[in-house]
């Protein structure tokens, strides 16, 4: 399973949680989902409409938490958790989905699976999955 980087696509990893409150986290149900997009980077203005997706989950005590996929986001898993307060304001909601409690984060981090393949796995198929399980 994924650790949080606040940063994402880099080696400098930053850890919010302790490794017991991460595995505490993980198996905390999931109320809400919402599928995320925002641009990729800078380098969007210069290749077209190049974006990043994930999703931000939301728990019985409504704090939020958004689970996305990037090459170099993780160590033993390229999907990760990341507290939703690390979102700056260009990510917009795409679609949304009531779970109602019947699905974990960790259901979450699994379903985006471990490795990232920019074209047979990357973020985008990762979120879709995520919000269809």
């Known amino acids: 399973m994924g ?11 930053n850890y919010d949680l302790s490794r ?25 203005k210069r290749f077209g409409k190049v974006s990043h997706s994930g999703v931000r989950v939301t728990l019985a005590d409504n704090s939020q938490y958004l689970v996305h996929k990037g090459d170099g986001y993780g160590k033993s898993s390229q999907t ?14 795409t679609s949304a989905r009531n779970f109602q409690g019947t699905k974990t984060v960790s259901d979450f981090v699994k379903t985006g699976h471990s490795k990232y393949n920019m074209f047979t796995d990357n973020c985008h198929q990762a979120s879709n999955r995520m919000m269809k399980q």
């Open 20 to 44: 017991p409150a991460l595995t505490n986290l993980y198996n905390t149900p999931v109320y809400n989902a919402e599928r995320v997009v925002r641009p990729l980077d800078s380098s969007s």
């Open 80 to 93: 990760v958790v990341t507290d939703a307060q690390h979102m700056k304001s260009d990510w917009k909601v």
């Open 3 to 13: 650790a949080s980087s606040s940063s994402g696509g880099n080696s400098n990893f």
